[in-house]
Each structure stands twice: as structure tokens, then as C-alpha cells.
């Protein structure tokens, strides 16, 4: 058995000495340090004293930094691979066959273990602590060797250069099993500062609920971040807490690095633009904020305790960049022998061409090496031109930190070739550009010409047209297209649901407009490409969505998310009621539904662009109800005028008739107008933002008045149904099991007595627990599509169904049922199908007119 002898040397794992200061906190409560430290010991006496070699599937989790902090103090030498990714995580165990596993959900803060033998087969160094990914990429055998001195010195450095004191907390932007993460972990760890832990994306508005909740007062960022920052308009946010925002995972833009600059000197806060590389332990340099908007350009200067020198490189006028410190990696290892191996190198040459400016700076002006890092990723060029190699093309790589492109000899398929590398590469496809040319381009030399090859990507040179759908292979561009197998693309997916003609990488679900009506037919169609989707769907970029596509397999059994399969189930019952097929009513149930998607769907981006959405998303309810009470007024004598106009439960008669059948629309319809007029007013929306799920309540609150009859009769009353839609709101606004629980025991409350019906009642609090506290519900695989088409028809379901089941019930009730289901996803269909055959109708009249004026006389 072997000792580690760097122990005490981990500032950041002698928990307990911050005592009773806040370590960990979340959407559920907060861990103290005292208490971490309890949870890593417990965690650590379950690891043994006898140095193994672990493995942790690390994800943005109290158990995951539980199970981090547990081998490191322990002195087990761990290798971090990625929870979301399981195969790069078995890539990982089969090349290196650890001795145990740690898995996120123990369930009592602490991660699952399974011990794969009792001690170890491995010979371990003893200065071995920690062994990652190398710079970005996953599931690759080759990792980094850092020992516990690399890991402390880098996080006090960090911790000294951005000034993080106890009373820091930073949000958890980024993994874990990432460098730049976990260098955000390490350095507020060793001053004794609080993690705001989560795995939500800053495009969630949830995250910045979060972030103000819990008082963060940083985040870190890659340069893809920037753009999803522009997108929530990240600028205009009220942060009070905010003191600096850091940049590293790839070059930003040195116009980005000036207006992000600019931005936060306008608004309190620092922007840190930082360079590293995992072989560093993350940081080997930073630019001090006060010098970012001026010298956008460079890189800053070497972290505390390192240092830079340029080595000259032959022909070339910039040297190549060396950095020397105490956070130098040990070495690489690409098998299990090599984690015998003690320190190989004691610098680091970087790859990168650099100069030193005269005010000391350090500016990087390329790479000397043959990869490139898109999104994060880094990418070996030669790797390209061997995986063309392998499929008999001969074929130059080139590319810059936002392209891929990559010349190929022959009349070859670029579009085709192009998805084939983004697969194998984990790259979004648009981020890939093949160009077919007869010769590769070469200097005098016979050498690839790699310039020329990069050239190709050039705006003015021809698209390669997708093999898919005829759409162009350039940057940024959105590729429809088919998946292998038959399956719809994500993006084609998007397109048809949204009736919009293109979508780029960042598109999100919500930024396409999409509703609620739109959301049911795109989540089961994305169920059916990406398996289980995450709750956040609806708002990650299309590019994640592409990146999260799983191989495909058979499945017996789907897993749709709650509001579906409710607004499924719901409307059916409804139908069958009214058919007296069976009694079980739940129309009330789909109020519910409605407020929980509209907080969902309706209540993101700022309050103009919001309430222009508010009222689409509306005129997608009004125009196809009244469409069809007027063919119902004419074919029948059931219904009036005030039908029409959506207008009966405001002037049509007190007693039940035919005239009431539309009920559920008006109500509808008025609880949307009102909400979104209530919205619209400016202190409100303040009010919402700064406390959205007490904001909610307080509607229930309001609302609540008005059930149990504590209204003024003089004051206007909301619509009866209001409450259980506020509910709804509320459930959509709940981000702990607290919130949740406080909606759960108001329901249960306040349902008894409603309705005058035990059934009934328990029906309606029934929908809402499991839209509460049950994500997503089993579905037999063969009828998943079904209970989506019934999702998302259900408005269009209801309209119908008067109108279709008396013609079918004197033949069979079952007939008269399934009849209108299928009368109702059917104008449904037609209903999305108008607008844009309409507007194909009218762009062509546009394109004929012009002809028929140069034929007229």
C-alpha cells in the first residue's frame, strides 16, 4: 500500500476549516463546508486507504463534487469522464479498466460506488492525482497527468489574480469533468467560497433565477456563451451581485472581447479573458480587466508563478510559445502503464505562434501544430484526412476556430462527406465544409497548400449543396435534411413544426416562437430522434440538440414528457364523457396544462417582443375557433352570434344548452387576454422577473379570492377556472421540491368541494401531482406518435367533437369516439397546413406578375 505525499499540499480539500460558510448551493437548499466535509469523508472511508484508481461520471452535481473532493483527499488517483456522454465514459473504463466507479445518485449527497476488484492491478505514482480529456475532447484515450501540486498551485493562482475572497460565489456554467469547470470548482474552493451548482444553461431563464437567488457573483464562459449571452440580452439584466464574467475554452473575437469589455465597465462587472490548455490545469495566462477593451487582441500575461518565453520557429517571423510553472502537467498517458510514469516534462510548448508586444503583453497569432479547436473542441487535422483516407479519398484538412474545412479529390458528395466527418467528429454539421475540386491544391514545394484549402470556406466560393435538401454547406447556414435510417433531422423537424424556412445553430424552440400547440408535435417527433429529452429542451440550441443524438435503436417503450401524455389522456376523456362512453371529466385538468405552458412558453425574451408573442400564440386559438363555431352555426340551430365571437359566457344565457359547448375556448381565450394585457404593464413584468414563482402565487393567491366567493360583489371576478391556470403558472415557475411541494398541498386543499364531485376533484389534483413530480411518463413506443397528434390537437379536438359525435353515436359509441379524435387531428393538420400553403399561393402570384407585364403588350 502506497501513501500520497502531496496531501497536505490540497489547500482546497481541508474543507472543515471553513466551518459553518456556505459551500454548495442549489435549487435545493445549501451545504455548508463543515457539511461537505462530512459527506467527503464518509465517501472517502467507503474508497479505502489503499490507493486505487478511480473513475468518476462527473456531472454538475452535489454527489459528483462529493465524489471529486472524496478520491483527491484520499489520495486516489482519479480520472474524470463525462455522466451525459456513456460512450466516451465506457471508452474510458475499457482503455484504463479502473478499480471502482463512482456514479451521480447516491441519493443522500454522496455518489453510488462499484468496486470492481478489492484493491488495485494498477501501478499508481505517488505524485498522480488527477487525470483528464485533453483540451476539450472526450472518450479519447490519450489524458493528462496532473499531480495535487499542479491542482493547488493553479487554483491559488486564479484564486490570486481574480481576487476571490469567502464571500465569492461562482454559478457552474460549464462540467466538471471540463479543466476550465473545474478550475472554477478548485479556486473558490481554496479561498473558502460558495458554488452555485447547476447544470442549467444560461439561455434558461431558471439559471438567472438561480444566480440572483443565491447571490452569485460570477460565471465562466467559452466564446459560444457569448453568443447565447446576446440572445437572453444578458446586458440589460439586473445582477446586483455581479462582479466579474471570465473567457477562456477558445479565442473570442477581439470586437467581442472590446464590446463585452465595454459592457461591463458600463454596467459594474469584469470581463477576464484567459488562455490555457488542459496540460496547464487550465490557466496559463489572463488579461487584467482594466486592459481588455485597448488590447483585446492579446492574451494578458502569465498566471502568478508562471512565466512565458518565445522559442523561434524556422521560416517563420513569430515564435512559438513556452510556458513554464508549478501547474505543468506531469505528462500524457495513452494506456495504464503510463500511470507508473513521474514527471516527463517541466514546460510546455503550447503549439501557439506568438509575439510580445511592447507594454509586455502577450498576443497569440496562430498555431504551429495541426489542430484547431471548434466549439471547444479540439480537432486533429490529420485525423480528418485519415478518416477520409479509410473511405479511399484523398483529402487536405484545414480549418480556424469557428470552420472545418476539408478539400477532397474527385466528384465526391461534399454535403454527404461533410455529415459524415461532423458525426465522427461530434462537430455541428455546421461547422463542416467539404469542397470537391480535381487536385488538391499544393505549393512549388508538392506540399499541401493548407492556406489555399482554408481559402475554400470563403463567402464568394460556391456552396456545396447538401446531399439531404439542396440547402447550402456554408458557416452559420441551416441544413435541413434526413438522418440516417429515415429519421426526420432536428432542424427539418423544427422547420416543419414552426413554418420557418431555415434554422441556424443557435435557434432555440423559443426563439422560433414556438407555443404550446407547437411544442407537443416537436417533442414527439425530437422524442423519437433523441430518445428522452432533457426538461430544458425547449430551450437549447438546435446545435446541442444535433450533438446530444444518440445512435439509433428499437425501443418498446418512449418516454414522453408529462403535459403531454396529460393533454392527451385529458381530451380523450373529455370526448368519451360527453359520449357517456365513460364519465371521467378533466377539462378543468387542461387549465392547468394551459397556465403551465404559457409560464413555459410565454413569458421568455423582454416584455414588447414577449407580448407580440403572447398575442400570436393567442390568434393560433382564436382564428381556427371561430372558423369552425361559424360552420356551426350555419350547419345547425345549436348555436348563436355570441358563438362566433367567442362571447356567449359574457351574454349568452345563465342555464346550461348547446350554447355553452364552446365554454372552454372563451374561457380560455379571456384568461389569455388578461394575462397578457396584466403582463403588459411594466412594474408587473419587473415584479415577475425578480420573483417568478412568488409572483405566481400570488396570482393563486388572487385567485383563490374569487373561489371561495371572498370578492367584493361590486369588483370585477376572474374567470372561475383561473385559479387552477395560475396553478398551472405556478408549477412551471417551481425550481425546488419546496416550490413544488407548496403548489401540491394548495392543490390538495382547495380542490375538495370545487366541483361537488370526490372523482372529479381527484382527477384534477391527480394531473397536476404528476405535472409536479413527475417529469416524464411511459408510453408504449407504437403509440407515441398517436398521444402526440392527440396532444397536440386537443384545442382542435374539442372544437369538433360536437359536431361529429352525434353523426356517429347512433352507430357505436367507440366509433363516435375515435371518430372524433380523428375529425379533430385532422383540422388540426389542416390548420397548420393553411398559412403556409397560403403564403406559397401568394409568393408565386408575387413571382408571376412580373412575367405576365413583360408578356402584356
Request: hydrophobic fraction near 45%.
Amino acid at each position: 500500500m502506497t501513501t500520497q505525499p502531496e496531501l497536505a499540499r490540497v489547500a482546497f480539500t481541508d474543507l472543515a476549516r471553513h466551518g459553518d460558510r456556505p459551500a454548495v448551493l442549489t435549487a435545493d437548499g445549501t451545504v455548508t463546508y463543515r457539511e461537505l466535509a462530512a459527506l467527503v469523508d464518509r465517501t472517502a472511508a467507503r474508497l479505502g486507504t489503499e490507493r486505487r484508481l478511480v473513475v468518476l461520471a462527473a456531472g454538475n452535481s452535489l454527489d459528483s463534487l462529493v465524489g471529486y473532493l472524496a478520491a483527491l483527499s484520499g489520495g486516489h488517483p482519479l480520472l474524470l469522464a463525462p455522466a451525459d456522454k456513456p460512450e466516451a465514459l465506457a471508452s474510458l473504463v475499457s482503455a484504463y479498466d479502473p478499480d471502482a466507479l463512482l456514479w451521480p445518485g447516491g441519493g443522500d449527497g454522496t455518489p453510488m460506488l462499484q468496486e470492481r476488484r478489492p484493491g488495485t492491478r494498477h501501478d499508481l505514482h505517488p505524485d498522480l492525482a488527477l487525470l483528464l480529456s485533453t483540451s476539450g475532447s472526450t472518450g479519447s484515450p490519450k489524458l493528462v497527468r496532473l499531480s495535487h501540486t499542479n491542482l493547488s498551485a493553479n487554483a491559488e493562482a486564479i484564486a490570486e489574480y481574480l481576487q476571490i475572497g469567502p464571500d465569492d460565489r461562482a454559478a457552474t456554467t460549464l462540467p466538471l469533468h471540463y479543466c476550465y469547470g473545474l478550475s472554477v470548482v478548485n479556486s473558490h474552493l481554496v479561498r473558502g467560497a460558495g458554488l452555485v451548482l447547476t447544470d442549467l444553461s444560461v439561455v434558461d431563464p431558471c439559471f438567472w433565477d438561480l444566480f440572483r437567488d443565491q447571490g452569485a457573483t460570477s460565471f465562466a464562459a467559452v466564446p459560444y456563451t457569448f453568443d447565447l449571452l446576446e440572445r437572453v440580452r444578458f446586458a440589460d439584466k439586473d445582477l446586483p451581485r455581479l462582479r466579474y464574467v471570465t473567457q477562456a475554452g477558445g479565442r473570442l473575437a477581439p470586437e467581442k472581447v472590446r464590446t463585452w469589455a465595454e459592457t461591463g465597465q458600463r454596467r459594474g462587472w469584469d470581463l477576464f479573458v484567459m488562455y490555457g490548455a488542459t496540460e496547464a490545469t487550465a490557466r496559463m495566462a489572463y488579461l487584467p480587466p482594466d486592459l481588455a477593451a485597448d488590447h483585446a487582441e492579446t492574451i494578458g500575461v502569465p498566471v502568478p508563478g508562471g512565466t512565458f518565453r518565445i522559442d523561434p520557429v524556422e521560416d517563420l517571423a513569430d515564435g512559438e510559445l513556452v510556458y513554464t510553472g508549478p501547474n505543468v502537467m506531469l505528462g500524457y498517458a495513452e494506456t495504464p502503464a503510463d500511470l507508473a510514469l513521474g514527471r516527463e516534462i517541466t514546460e510546455l510548448r503550447t503549439g501557439d505562434l506568438a509575439r510580445q508586444q511592447e507594454n509586455g503583453l502577450y498576443q497569440v497569432v496562430g498555431r504551429r501544430s495541426r489542430f484547431v479547436k471548434i466549439v471547444g473542441l479540439r480537432v486533429d487535422l490529420g485525423q480528418v484526412e485519415r478518416i477520409l483516407a479509410g473511405m479511399g479519398i484523398t483529402a487536405a484538412a484545414a480549418g480556424t476556430d469557428d470552420l472545418l474545412v476539408a478539400a477532397v479529390e474527385g466528384g465526391h458528395d461534399g454535403g454527404m462527406l461533410a455529415k459524415v466527418l461532423a458525426g465522427n467528429l461530434g462537430l455541428p454539421r455546421a461547422a463542416v465544409v467539404v469542397h470537391a475540386v480535381e487536385q488538391l491544391p499544393r505549393l512549388a514545394t508538392g506540399k499541401i497548400d493548407y492556406p489555399a484549402v482554408r481559402s475554400l470556406a470563403a463567402p464568394e466560393v460556391t456552396p456545396v449543396p447538401d446531399s439531404d435538401s439542396g440547402a447550402a454547406a456554408v458557416p452559420g447556414a441551416a441544413v435541413p435534411g434526413t438522418a440516417p435510417g429515415g429519421q426526420a433531422g432536428i432542424r427539418q423537424i423544427f422547420m416543419d413544426a414552426l413554418e420557418c424556412g431555415s434554422v441556424a445553430d443557435d435557434d432555440t424552440f423559443v426563439s422560433l416562437d414556438g407555443d404550446s400547440l407547437s411544442y407537443v408535435a416537436v417533442s414527439v417527433r425530437l422524442e423519437g430522434v433523441l430518445g428522452k429529452l432533457p426538461s430544458d429542451w425547449h430551450l437549447l440550441p438546435v446545435k446541442e440538440l444535433e450533438r446530444r443524438r444518440p445512435a439509433r435503436k428499437k425501443r418498446f417503450v418512449s418516454f414522453l414528457e408529462t403535459s403531454l401524455v396529460v393533454r392527451a389522456a385529458a381530451i380523450v376523456c373529455v370526448v368519451a364523457t360527453h359520449v357517456e362512453l365513460f364519465t371521467f371529466q378533466t377539462a378543468h385538468l387542461l387549465f392547468a396544462v394551459a397556465g403551465y405552458n404559457f409560464a413555459r412558453f410565454q413569458l421568455a425574451e423582454e416584455r414588447v417582443p414577449r407580448l407580440r408573442r403572447q398575442f400570436r400564440g393567442l390568434a393560433r386559438i382564436v382564428v381556427p375557433s371561430v372558423l369552425f363555431i361559424a360552420v356551426a352555426y350555419l350547419l345547425t340551430d345549436h348555436y348563436t352570434v355570441a358563438n362566433i365571437f367567442l362571447l356567449n359566457a359574457m351574454v349568452g344565457p345563465e342555464q346550461v344548452t348547446t350554447q355553452w359547448h364552446f365554454w372552454f375556448v372563451e374561457l380560455l381565450v379571456y384568461i389569455l387576454l388578461a394575462v397578457g394585457a396584466l403582463m403588459a404593464i411594466p412594474w408587473v413584468d419587473r415584479w415577475e422577473r425578480r420573483a417568478p414563482f412568488l409572483f405566481a402565487l400570488g396570482l393563486v393567491g388572487v385567485a383563490l379570492l374569487s373561489r371561495y366567493d371572498l370578492v367584493d360583489p361590486g369588483l370585477p371576478k376572474p374567470p372561475p377556472v383561473f385559479w387552477i391556470f395560475a396553478l398551472g403558472w405556478a408549477l412551471a415557475r417551481a425550481r425546488t421540491n419546496l416550490h413544488r411541494l407548496t403548489v401540491s398541498l394548495i392543490t390538495v386543499l382547495t380542490l375538495p368541494g370545487f366541483f361537488n364531485s370526490t372523482v372529479r376533484e381527484v382527477t384534477v389534483a391527480a394531473g397536476i401531482l404528476l405535472l409536479a413530480w413527475v417529469p416524464a411518463l411511459p408510453v408504449p413506443a407504437l403509440l407515441r406518435r398517436v398521444t402526440g397528434w392527440l396532444a397536440a390537437a386537443s384545442l382542435y379536438i374539442y372544437l369538433t367533437h360536437w359536431l361529429v359525435y352525434p353523426v356517429l353515436l347512433p352507430v357505436s359509441q367507440v366509433l363516435a369516439v375515435a371518430g372524433s379524435l380523428v375529425f379533430g387531428v385532422g383540422y388540426w393538420a389542416l390548420c397548420r397546413w393553411a398559412p403556409g400553403a397560403w403564403t406559397a399561393v401568394k409568393t408565386r402570384r408575387k413571382r408571376a406578375r412580373p412575367a405576365l407585364a413583360r408578356t402584356g403588350p
